[in-house]
């Protein structure tokens, strides 16, 4: 299977790859950064899959848009996203187009693990957020944590060794976003 992911910044770009193979090392994965804005644009969808992704990549299986939440409530973007595959329906776009939304970060996926955080952070002392879901800045409750352990916390260099630590079963387990991305990939 050959998934494409449409992701908003580096660090998904960076992170979320680990996380796929660790969920399923067969798949095939394409990564492209669209500004957050043109996620869920259905031309800009259009453009981005029948004039890269098919021109380059004939035997792709699906796109999956994974859209942070950040501090929205879920169900408004899926809303919006009813819309997007209305037009997508009208534009024929020949292969499906999944929405994930990320509630409300990435971070909140590398925090779901609480375990690995802890060893990665080296202090079994901090306490973690039981349900990363329901922090609708998740970056900044990351930051707060590395603080803690008197670590500086940049994104682009410790989330992706935080996702290689990481569980997949613990974090489906704890965080419903991350669990319904992981059916995603099925």
Not at 4 to 9: A, I, P
Not at 49 to 60: A, S, W
Not at 125 to 135: D, F, G, T, Y
Request: with cysteine; proline share 5%; glycine share 2%.
């Amino acid at each position: 299977m050959k998934v494409s992911l449409f992701v908003e910044g580096p660090t998904d770009r960076e992170v979320i790859p680990i996380l796929v193979k660790k969920i399923n090392p067969e798949i095939k994965i394409i990564v492209r950064v669209v500004p957050a804005g043109n996620l869920l644009n259905p031309q800009k969808i259009r453009t981005y899959i029948e004039q890269d992704l098919l021109f380059k990549h004939h035997d792709l299986t699906k796109v999956i848009i994974c859209k942070d939440s950040e501090c929205t409530d879920p169900k408004e973007i899926e809303r919006e996203f009813s819309d997007v595959e209305k037009k997508l329906q009208e534009f024929k776009i020949k292969i499906p187009v999944q929405l994930c939304i990320v509630v409300h970060a990435l971070e909140g996926w590398l925090m779901a693990d609480a375990e690995n955080l802890s060893k990665f952070l080296g202090d079994a002392r901090i306490k973690i957020p039981k349900n990363s879901e329901s922090l609708c800045k998740p970056k900044e409750a990351l930051r707060e944590l590395f603080r803690k352990a008197n670590r500086d916390y940049i994104a682009k260099r410790d989330c992706p060794k935080i996702a290689e630590m990481a569980d997949i079963e613990r974090i489906a387990k704890n965080n419903k976003s991350f669990a319904r991305f992981r059916t995603l990939l099925k």
